[in-house]
């Protein structure tokens, strides 16, 4: 080992140690790098005087001196396992970073797609925006949508609808609630109706909300209930077809037939054939008119 002859002050032990280790790291042998650190301290002796004579080395005559052994070499294995966990390292890391711009283009493709017709292609890449980044609720309310509409998977459009409500969307909710009511859920319907009326602020969606338990309180026949839930949707959203079609039917019975006859040409003004229940709508409004 190697000692001071006496109590040295900090700078001292400092600089020897810096000296030392830089010594024994490049393999010198013991002895030779306190030799070489004595003569390193030399030039602190100006400050420091005797600082030089200071470290002694205490070794017994038989005992070979010792020196700093190399690392040990990799062995295939180990080189395997280290490029494994830095290809790990590098594929998370990819994965936090660039995952929500490659979620973002995956949805976006996935809309086009939709658009286009090519609904296979479309409901991949939805999927693909849901793995790319986990927190990201908009694929999952495009893949609810997809599988309501388009493959009439009223399973697989729940799922998606609760991973998006999961995620922060509140119209989520909404379309979670009118799902329910098809399924005759209330219980779950109200629960969502009101999970989305807390979390928006946004008009149109409030306005879904309200027109769904409209839609509720209209089928338990209390009908002041529902006229009060569909005017205050149709206040919101104006142009809502589906509040429309309710409204006209509390109306006619309540035998508001008047109030009726104008709600039933609203629904045929903001109605689309090219969806189903809208397209139920106006074959109903249609009849009920031709009837008047």
Partial sequence: MSVMREPVVDQVAQEFLKYFLKSFAFKEPFHLAVRQTREQLKGMESYYPGASWLPVICQHPAVMPPTLSSPPTPTPRRKWLVFAAMFLVGCLSSYWLAGPQFATFANQLGSKNHSNGELLLAKQYYHLATFLNWEYAQPHYN?????????????????????????????????????????????????????????TNDDAVKAACLKNRGWIR???????????????????????????????????????????????????????????????????????LSNK
């Fill in 218 to 288: 209209w089928q338990q026949k209390r009908f002041d209930e529902a006229e009060q839930e569909l005017r205050q949707a149709i206040a919101l959203e104006h142009d809502s077809p589906h509040a429309h079609c309710l409204l006209a039917q509390v109306l006619e019975a309540q035998g508001k037939e008047q109030e009726a006859i104008l709600a039933w040409k609203n629904t045929i003004k903001y109605s689309e054939s090219q969806f189903h229940e809208q397209d139920q709508c106006i074959s109903m409004a249609k009849q009920r």
């Fill in 143 to 199: 893949l609810g949508w997809l599988c309501d509409e388009s493959f009439d998977d009223i399973d697989c459009s729940i799922q998606a609808y609760q991973s998006a409500a999961l995620r922060g969307l509140p119209e989520a909710f909404a379309e979670l609630a009118r799902l329910h009511i098809k399924e005759n859920n209330i219980e779950a319907a109200l629960k969502a109706i009101w999970e989305c009326l807390e979390r």
